[in-house]
């Protein structure tokens, strides 16, 4: 019998915590970049569970992976070896900075192992209280630590005390870090494109500028790429776009398509910071995962998506930008890849609604930019009908322009 939605919801929204707002279908299926509902209705995806089926919905080289794993080993904790997760961190470690790994499950987690490595160095550095320094409008996660670096005051409000020791600065002023240090900072943490906060890039050679002003004090440069990893960009890092090195890096999201799983890379004086007894995690790294995610980093590699991340990403963006020339409601479209993003003077939240009326699966973040991360495996012609469909429901949803201006004014 075909599942009923509003049963679904109803025994969903009696005893799942009330934590999300969620939108009112249930999805029961997906293939490549399409998701059906239990009511049969289809919708393309262009948020990939927000940045995290990048080969698109069961892939068949990460299904085969996960089943012939889950039939094989599934977990045996870290108190053994075992070959997907060696695997894996061989290589992370060969396709970035990094010479070593530490394996979690998800973003908050990656970010909670960067947050005690900083102290670590910190406390190795003669600092009795080492403070990192983190963006406005960062987005790290929602455990205590990570939300303490967060930059969002309503995902902090009603948790006080929240973790001390972060110093925030408006994100993409170089200034601004150098002017917020202190004698206790021992690290800098910034996402190399907020996500969250509204697909903010920073301007060129941010990163590069951070890392010099860390090298002059000592400090650890770690970057958040939960989101921006893994290829999203065009390139397998985010921070790969500029010629520097990081000395911690977080993934999560994409890195297994959909398994849970969170990596904190480190390397260069960061390297050997989280030494014997210093940290870890049950499930962290597992062979089901650890499987998942090489996969995932296989197919991204010989299917040439990076590249296509990158051509899509400028397909979309310059799409977006003749359909929508002149259009007075928009401020800005840009992104790198496809994380993309269309800031618009005026709230649109309500653009989500109409677009999953339509059968689109869009995000609009930071309250007024349409955020779309769909997966690296479109076709051009799926690229151009994200455009086609979507700019009806942008030229729907503003006001004239004098009103959209008038009201934001
Ligand atoms: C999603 C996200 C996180 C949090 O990841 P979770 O897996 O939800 O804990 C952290 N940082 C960034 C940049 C993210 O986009």
Known sequence: MTPDIPDIMARADATIAATYKRFPIALVKGENCTLTDAAGKTYTDFLAGIAVCNLGHCHPKVTAAVTEQAGTLLHVSNLYYTLPQTELAGWLTEHSFADRVFFCNSGAEANEAAIKLARLHGHGRGIDAPEIIVADNAF???????????????????FGPLPAGFRRVPYGAIEAVEAAATAQTAAVFVEP????????????????????????????????????????????????????????????????????????????????????????????GNPLAARAALAVLDTLGKDGLLQRAAQLGQRIRDGLGRGLDGHPGVVDIRGKGLMIGVEMHEPCTDLVRHALDAGLL????????????????????????????????????????????ATSA
């Open 140 to 158: 790290h996660g929602r455990t205590l630590g990570a939300l303490a670096a967060t930059g969002n005051v309503k995902a902090q409000t009603g």
């Open 193 to 284: 494109i907020q996500g969250e906060g509204g697909i903010n890039v920073p301007p060129d050679g941010y990163l590069s500028a951070l890392r010099e002003c860390c090298d002059r004090h000592g400090w650890l440069l770690m970057l958040d790429e939960v989101q921006s990893g893994v290829g999203r960009t065009g390139e397998w890092f985010a921070y790969q776009h500029e010629a520097l090195r990081p000395d911690v890096v977080t993934l999560a999201k994409a890195l297994a398509n959909g398994v849970p799983i969170g990596a904190c890379l480190a390397g260069g004086s960061a390297r050997d910071v989280l030494g014997p007894g210093s940290h870890g995690t049950t499930f962290g």
């Open 362 to 405: 869009v995000n609009v973040t930071a309250g007024r930019v349409i955020r779309l991360l769909p997966p690296l495996v479109l076709s051009d012609a799926e690229a151009d009908e994200i455009v086609d469909r979507l700019l009806p429901l942008i030229h729907a949803l503003a006001p004239s322009g004098d009103a959209a201006r």
